[in-house]
């Protein structure tokens, strides 16, 4: 009898390579018959970035989404240029390379070179790292960046939520449901997921001083990890 398949979508991990694999183990994901979605920026943070995408290339059914450490980290990759000029975090992923005297395998440039900017499944359900203008349809968005960098999105839906009742949160493509990260719930002084209007915030703070989660993404079933600095004692990551 096949087992049932089931989706999960996962937020900002930041190297946090321990926690990832928590969420992995405490969730019971199936490396081989489950999907993950991953909403971007494994770089930049704790010190096993190289770790992480070793163990998401070990995901059979994995849907990497780009987020804007990642694209600077790409950027890097092609150019020998990088954005931020290894801050916010970025000295961590380059010691966790530097570590292999910068030697970037071939799979870690097509796992960085093929993330999309955006994931739409068959239910209508949106992935994004940041967000979109969601006045236009995020196929025709002005510049590619915004998908990764956007954070409008989830403040909009924020700010909806709490003025307005009875009416639906208005976007061009009426998705049923948009997975976030980029935008740290601990801002809000939580470590939760949160959710405003139809917009799901799984960045709970796995780059600072949160967690790590994974969310089932058809029950809303959610599994973290202990706090990255708990895991990371004597690092700093992005904090």
């Known amino acids: 009898m096949q087992k049932d398949t089931r989706t999960f979508v996962i937020g900002d991990i930041h190297g946090g390579y321990k926690a990832l694999l928590q969420v992995l183990e405490r969730s019971g994901f199936d490396y081989e018959n489950d999907t993950l979605i991953s909403l971007g920026d494994i770089c930049d943070g704790w010190s096993e970035v ?10 059979k059914n994995l849907i990497a989404i780009r987020g804007n450490h990642d694209q600077w980290f790409y950027e890097y990759i092609r150019t020998g240029f990088h954005g931020s000029q290894w801050e916010q975090g970025a000295h961590a992923t380059k010691n966790s390379y530097g570590k292999r005297s910068m030697m970037i395998p071939d799979t870690h440039e097509k796992f960085f070179g093929t993330q999309l900017n955006y994931y ?17 349809s995020i196929k025709d968005q002005s510049v590619p960046y915004i998908y990764y960098w956007d954070r409008d999105l989830w403040m909009q839906a924020l700010s909806y939520t709490t003025i307005i009742e009875g009416y639906p949160f208005k976007m061009f493509d009426k998705f049923k449901e948009v997975f976030i990260g980029h935008t740290s719930t601990t801002n809000w002084k939580t ?34 990890s202990d706090l990255l600095t708990e895991l990371y004692p004597d690092e700093k990551g992005r904090n």
């Open 50 to 59: 190289f770790e992480c995408v070793e163990e998401l290339l070990k995901i």
């Open 120 to 136: 739409i499944d068959d239910q209508n359900r949106c992935f994004v790292h940041g967000g979109f203008n969601r006045h236009f």
């Open 191 to 224: 470590d939760k997921p949160m959710h405003a209007a139809n917009i799901w915030n799984l960045d709970t703070g796995g780059g600072f001083k949160g967690k790590l989660t994974i969310m089932n993404v058809d029950t809303k079933e959610y599994f973290q």
